[in-house]
């Protein structure tokens, strides 16, 4: 694989992993400066067997399945010692990887993990380094990653530089191949090269709505001696150098070695700002992003629907779309997708021009290898480009900010100043950790959420982070779900035409609003060759119908009793629709009650049945079954 796709799978879809998998290639993130390598000033280092004398003790490792043997030790080939990490792949898409995990971590310190590695003459691949920190109840708490196009024989050193979260208890250090070739690593070193400040604050940032005042939660681990304890704080917000207002707040005891306050913040233009707060000598800050009131672009109407042409329309589509793929699409019963990165607005304009002939609309992404502010002017050209090509549905702002700090804090501007540059179309941001989704639900239109359950977890996951996603939105703003239709040719990542029919109906109620399926394409990985691909046209085509039903009919309420079934109905002046979906892997009977008597149904679906009972719908729903119900309600009394 040229080291040029390599990048650009690198650059493309950040979903490419399992959920128990970390994710070295980070495709979707801003590249990382990674600075000339030295040896790292160790104040701590507990890495175990970091030069592999010991063999692979201690590490543990991730093969692709049936790829045997891509995970070796090389006593030929080795900077220094007994041996070396030999990591091969002969496949795309193979990528194999070690890790191990490194315990009593301080929150707050800044850690370094650096390796030595080189490739061989033919090498076409890509080295990488990821550190990543984690509670005690294994979430999230920061992550860094730095990766290198591998370039010959010589051994070169590679390094990256994090900084622990709030509530890190452990590190994991992770080496990965990305490409095809042979890959050697060597003399790993974990190391603390900065201690923890005095104090922690949390949470990593605060976000309010312009001019209304909002209640801010603050806490603040106290990491050292400070001689620092519960009571009154003076606070201020500062708008750069400026104090904005002055505050007082009284710190409590909240754990051990923490304190927490509630802060009652006052309405403020939308911009930037920082809370400060006076701890005796020491001081605590926290960000503070102020979206503006009045946002909602005129393409969203009042419930997040999409307008195309004028009129509420539920897209689904496809990520990883490349222009000459628009046609295939579309008799696929594909009517979005989420595409390439345009380098310039030429380019774009042209992909917006095919798209408009397969009838297709893009969520076109702004994001690339470079921050977000300082690719404002070449954005602002392309939102300018797009002028009223039909095909440009919404932008695409950031994929997962809460895995990529080093530009996260850039998108609140870019949105501010982006939204003011096109009021017509929405900006669209990814999120997989819903824990952060009410914060960056300020600074779009569109959430959408990555729903990954295969392999391991049950369908209902789905519905469970839809619904939660849900929750954080305003009722003007959309929520697309992102669907996995596969990414890797291992098993157990494509699910069945059932189950991906049940995963499109549990997103749709619970409040999506537009699906989206990963992916045509990956490293490895081409949808149109897998048995699921000759079932989408029948698919798409029923959720677009499905789709427009909940977008735009009345909805009426159902009471499901007796079993784990989630149903809708809406009305339309053509009759009474009920849609059910079993996400649970047992059959279930269930009772439908609608507002008025049910006095006949109609059932289509795999393996479903209904019948009228004394005015209700009894339904019978196999494993991750789903069922469209055309009913016939009793009239409505005078």
């Known amino acids: 694989m040229p080291i040029a796709l390599i990048l650009a ?12 998998e970390p994710d070295l290639t980070e495709p979707d993130s801003v590249e990382v400066e990674v600075d000339e390598p030295e040896a790292p000033a160790a104040l701590v280092s507990e890495l175990r067997n970091p030069g592999f004398e010991a063999g692979l003790t201690g590490w543990d490792q991730v093969v692709p399945p ?29 990528w194999p990887w070690v890790t191990q995990v490194v315990p009593d971590i301080e929150p707050g310190a800044t850690y370094v993990l650096s390796a030595w590695y080189r490739g061989s003459d033919q090498a076409d691949c890509m080295a990488a380094l990821k550190l990543e920190f984690r509670t005690a109840d294994g979430r999230p708490a920061g992550s860094a990653l730095a990766r290198v196009p591998v370039a010959g024989a010589e051994w070169q050193q590679l390094r990256v530089e994090g900084v622990a979260g709030f509530g890190a208890t452990e590190a994991r250090a992770m080496l990965r191949l990305a490409g095809e070739g042979d890959l050697w690593f060597d003399d790993v070193v974990f190391a603390r090269t900065l201690e923890a400040p005095a104090l922690l604050p949390a949470p990593a940032r605060l976000v309010a709505t312009a001019d209304q005042e909002a209640v801010a939660r603050l806490r603040v681990a106290v990491l050292t001696q400070a001689g620092i304890g519960p009571g009154p704080v003076s606070l201020a917000i500062l708008a750069g150098e400026r104090t904005v207002k002055a505050l007082k707040a009284d710190f409590a005891a909240a754990e051990s070695g923490i304190l927490a306050a509630e802060v009652t913040l ?15 000598v020491e001081e605590a800050d926290w960000p503070l992003f102020v979206t503006p009131a009045q946002r909602r672009p005129t393409g969203l109407d009042d419930h997040g629907a999409l307008l195309r042409s004028g009129k509420p329309f539920f897209p689904v589509g496809l990520y990883h ?31 917006l021009q095919a798209a408009a002939k397969s009838n297709l609309g893009l969520i076109v992404p702004l994001y690339g290898n470079v921050s977000l502010v300082r690719t404002m002017p070449l954005s602002q050209q392309k939102l300018k480009a797009a002028g009223r090509q039909p095909a440009a549905l919404g932008w695409k702002l950031l994929d997962e900010p809460e895995s990529h700090p080093e530009v996260a804090g850039e998108l609140p501007e870019a949105y501010r100043r982006l939204r003011q540059a096109d009021k017509a179309r929405p900006f669209v941001v990814t999120v997989s950790d819903l824990a952060e989704a009410g914060d960056w639900a300020h600074f779009c239109d569109i959430l959408e959420v990555s729903v990954l359950p295969l392999p391991g977890q049950p369908l209902k996951l789905v519905a469970e982070r839809v619904a939660a996603a849900r929750q954080v939105l305003q009722p003007w703003q959309g929520l697309f779900a992102l669907l996995q239709a596969g990414w890797s040719a291992a098993p157990g990542h494509q699910p069945t035409p059932q189950q991906a029919r049940a995963m499109a109906y549990l997103a749709l109620l619970n409040g999506a609003t537009g699906i989206f399926w990963y992916a045509l394409r990956d490293p490895g990985w081409n949808l149109a060759e897998t048995p699921l691909w000759a079932q989408f046209k029948t698919l798409n085509e029923e959720i677009s119908r499905l789709g427009s039903l909940a977008l735009t009919g009345q909805p009426l309420t159902v009471t499901v009793e007796g079993g784990d079934v989630q149903a809708a109905a809406w009305e339309t002046p053509e009759g009474v629709t009920v849609a059910a979906v079993n996400g649970s892997d047992a059959a279930q009977t269930v009772t439908l009650k609608l507002p008025r008597p049910v006095s006949a149904a109609e059932i289509s679906g795999e393996l479903a049945q209904a019948q009228t009972v004394d005015g209700a719908l009894q339904l019978v729903l196999g494993p991750v079954g789903t069922a469209l119900i055309r009913v016939t309600l009793a009239a409505s009394q005078p």
């Open 9 to 20: 799978a690198l650059l493309l879809g950040s979903h490419l992993c399992a959920e128990d």
């Open 266 to 280: 006052p309405g403020l233009p939308a911009g930037d700002y920082l809370v400060r707060a006076e701890f005796d």
């Open 66 to 94: 049936g790829f045997a043997g891509a995970i070796k030790l090389d006593a030929e080939v080795k900077r220094e010692g007994a041996a070396s990490l030999h990591l091969i792949s002969d496949l795309p898409g193979q």
């Open 321 to 351: 779309v490349k222009p000459e793929d628009y046609p295939r699409l579309q008799e696929q019963g594909f009517t979005a997708a989420q595409g390439l990165p345009a380098p310039d607005p030429r380019q774009l304009t042209q992909a």
